[in-house]
């Protein structure tokens, strides 16, 4: 039905910058809100930033001031700037969205994930 893709993924050293893609393809009416999220080795998935179809913005403490998540509704897709990249912010990047399907309803989607790895 829906099918999220993410991409822009890579190894970087500390300090530096990425930008992550998603994007939304299938049977898609519209999307409510869409967000990014990110799990390290041993860890549990954590928010990372969110944002609603009205570009509202919502981040986590850690990545306040460094990275910055936008969307193109007309591209049905969304970004992750990621600058002064740490160590700590090593992990697969998960994209996620709340889409409105066409006569099914609303259904949350995950992506593949993309691996972020950030060398000291």
């Known amino acids: 039905q829906v099918q999220l893709v993410e991409s822009g993924g890579d190894l970087v050293q500390a300090g530096g910058s990425l930008k992550l893609s998603c994007a939304a393809s299938?049977?898609?009416?519209?999307?409510?809100?869409m967000g990014w999220y990110r799990q390290a080795p041993g860890k549990q998935r954590e928010l990372v930033a969110t944002i609603t179809s009205s570009g509202i913005t919502n981040y986590a403490d850690s990545v306040k001031g460094r990275f910055t998540i936008s969307r193109d509704n007309g591209k049905n897709t969304v970004y992750l700037q990621m600058n002064s990249l740490k160590p700590e912010d090593t992990a697969v990047y998960y994209c996620?969205?709340?889409?409105?399907?066409?006569?099914?309803?609303?259904?949350?989607?995950w992506g593949q994930g993309t691996q972020v790895t950030v060398s000291s």
């Open positions: 299938g049977s898609i009416f519209s999307i409510n809100d």
């Open positions: 996620n969205a709340e889409v409105v399907l066409y006569m099914r309803g609303i259904n949350r989607y």
